[in-house]
């Protein structure tokens, strides 16, 4: 079965930036929409990013467009999200997910069959 590991969160200022990593590993990787949510307690998963399987297609979400870059390495089974300009309201823990068709739509988080445990992005003011 397809597994994803997160990895490169941790604590940062404001302004700063931080880089998250999501390693996969099982079945065929290639084919798959990839994206990034995250969750605070008490609230709903957030979709963040995603990315297609050509990398020829990107979408953000609102409050992090133009600071947030989505990427993948399909060779490397990875993929990347570029953390810029964070605030203190970027704080969540960042998931990766992955399925071979997000239905019914990418930015859904029950559209997503796997997911990673997770990783803290902590941004202090």
């Known amino acids: 079965q397809v597994q994803l590991v997160e990895s490169g969160g941790g604590l940062v200022q404001a302004g700063g930036s931080l880089r998250l990593s999501c390693a996969v590993s099982?079945?065929?990787?290639?084919?798959?929409?990839m994206a990034w949510f995250r969750q605070v307690p008490g609230k709903e998963r957030e979709f963040v990013a995603t990315?297609?399987?050509?990398?020829?297609?990107?979408y953000y979400a609102d409050s992090v467009k133009g600071r947030f870059i989505i990427s993948r390495d399909n060779a490397k089974n990875n993929m990347y999200l570029q953390m810029n300009v964070l605030k203190p309201e970027d704080t969540a823990v960042y998931y990766c997910?992955?399925?071979?068709?997000?239905?019914?739509?990418?930015?859904?988080?029950?559209?997503?069959?796997?997911w990673g445990q997770g990783t803290q992005v902590t941004v202090s003011s």
């Open positions: 997910a992955s399925d071979a068709r997000p239905l019914p739509s990418v930015t859904t988080a029950r559209a997503y069959g796997y």
């Open positions: 990315i297609n399987w050509s990398t020829t297609r990107t």
């Open positions: 099982g079945r065929a990787f290639s084919n798959y929409f």
